[in-house]
């Protein structure tokens, strides 16, 4: 059974071009969680989606920063006009449908985004 | 959300047993406690949830006093390859809400 899945897993770009981030989350799975760590830090959430909703991005950027979570296909995490402030690594998760407590999420190994 | 505080770093040897203490003065009614674990360049891991008394599984051990306002992991015989960093999450966790992380503990193993 695949957990979350994320790539790419090593990702450069120069400032100015965009940044694509793509995420599968466990099967089964209809919440994806984005995150973000800088070095010696911990993760600090950025936005929540279900499928084809953006739910909760009260931690994303306002500019530059958009996620989608399409009907098929992975979700998006994409970054216009990056600027070395943008390097760190974006982790991805995932946890089941229902509104239960106990969900632990379920994270990806990550995209470490370098930007020269 | 219930802010959490615990050790920066934990120094051991292999074969210990570890005991990493998170503090959350302000838990709710409704939140669980949850550890994850981070090795370098990989993403965070769940180890173990509880929400009162002691929580075991094949990994860890939690346990929660009967206040809540702290837990312990607890780590059997540690090996080499349990060096990581932990981290003490505090929250109702249901679908959709964000975890919060702060800076974890680092737990070295040497042998």
């Known amino acids: ?116 | 959300l219930a802010k959490t505080t615990q050790p920066i770093s934990m120094d051991s040897y292999e074969g210990q047993e570890v005991n990493i203490t998170c503090s959350h003065n302000n838990i709710a009614t409704n939140d669980y406690i949850t550890w994850y674990q981070q090795f370098p360049s990989q993403g965070p891991r769940f180890i173990i949830q509880g929400y009162k008394t002691k929580v075991t599984n094949e990994v860890a051990s939690l346990f929660i006093p009967a206040d809540r306002k702290s837990s312990t992991l607890s780590l059997p015989r540690v090996s080499l390859s349990d060096t990581a960093v932990y981290y003490c999450l505090v929250g109702d966790h249901q679908a959709g809400t964000a975890l919060i992380f702060g800076k974890g503990t680092t737990l070295s193993v040497s042998s």
């Open chain 1, 1 to 116: 059974n695949a957990g979350v899945m994320q790539n790419p897993r090593h990702l450069v770009r120069r400032r100015g071009q965009e940044a694509r981030l793509r995420c599968s989350p466990m099967k089964g799975h209809s919440h994806v969680y984005w995150y973000r760590q800088l070095p010696e830090e911990g993760l600090k959430f950025m936005v929540y989606l279900q499928k084809e909703n953006i739910i909760d991005e009260s931690g994303m950027p306002k500019e530059r920063f958009s996620a989608e979570f399409p009907k098929e296909g992975p979700s998006i995490l994409r970054i216009q006009q990056v600027v070395r402030g943008d390097s760190a690594a974006y982790f991805c998760a995932s946890s089941p449908p229902g509104s239960q407590g106990n969900q632990p999420q379920h994270f990806g190994d990550g995209t470490r985004l370098s930007i020269l």
